[in-house]
Each structure stands twice: as C-alpha cells, then as structure tokens.
C-alpha cells in the first residue's frame, strides 16, 4: 500500500512547478504487477490532477494584474511559453487544458486558467481528462513493452 501512497505522492509533486516524474515509478509498478493496471493508471491521474489543479489555484488566488507586471522579468523561453500557453487559454478556454499533461507549458496552462479565473469544475475535469489519457496511453504502452 505504500507503493500507492508514494505514486500519488509522485503523481501530484510531477504536476506542480516543482520537476518530477511519475512515469518511471508507474512503470516499476506495472514491472512488478502487484497492482492492477486500472488502480495504478486512477491513483496517478487522481494524483497528477490535484497537482495540476494546484497551479491553478496558485493562479486563482495571485493577483493577476501583479502576474502580468512580474511576466515581463522571465527570460526570452519562459516568456515565450507563457505567450504561447496564453494564446491557447484564450483561444480555447478550458478545452485548452486537456493538454495540461504536455511538457513545458502544462503547468503554465492550469495557472493561466486560473488567473483568468476559468469556471473550475470544467477546469478540474478537463485537466483530469487530459492526464487520464496520458496516463492510460503511457501504462498501455509500458505493459506491452514490460
């Protein structure tokens, strides 16, 4: 069980702004087949979506005027993923966050959602949704490699 608590763990740290990755500890798991595959692939979205859900209510609860101001003292990269994870909030809203589990600007899009204030239950589900696909491509594909 504690294998359980630590994939959560590791889940919900890998989808906040702190680095992580709850790939390489989903696929020991699946390695040592003590779990079944559906628990696993639901206790890491469950954990990665609160993670994601996190930064989004960083964003929520920041002042959003304060965050523009600070934006423009990012180096040229993170500017750039922020102008481009921006774009997507605006253009798409909530669908955006489907590709909340995507490298680099995931995170950044749950905090623009959030500082736009975007209705959280779609913002929650969607993020959800997101990691969940991810989660079951990634642990299908581990189980067939495995």
């Known amino acids: ?13 890998s989808a906040t702004l702190l680095p992580g990755g709850s790939e390489a500890y989903l696929a020991y798991l699946i390695h040592i087949n003590e779990y079944s595959l559906f ?48 774009q997507l909030i605006k253009r798409w809203g909530n669908w955006a966050l489907l590709f909340s589990w995507t490298p680099i600007i995931g995170d950044i899009l749950c905090l623009i959602a959030g500082l736009y204030k975007l209705n959280w239950i779609q913002s929650l589900m969607m993020i959800s949704i997101g990691k969940f696909c991810r989660y079951i491509v990634f642990a299908t594909i581990s189980e067939s490699v495995l």
């Open 1 to 13: 069980m504690l294998e359980i608590l630590t994939l959560f763990t590791i889940s919900f740290l």
């Open 39 to 86: 628990l696993l692939v639901i206790i890491a979205t469950i954990g990665n979506s609160l993670g994601g859900f996190s930064n989004y209510l960083i964003g929520f609860w920041i002042n959003s005027h304060w965050f523009h101001r600070k934006k423009n003292n990012l180096k040229e990269n993170q500017q750039k993923r922020y102008h481009y994870a921006n």
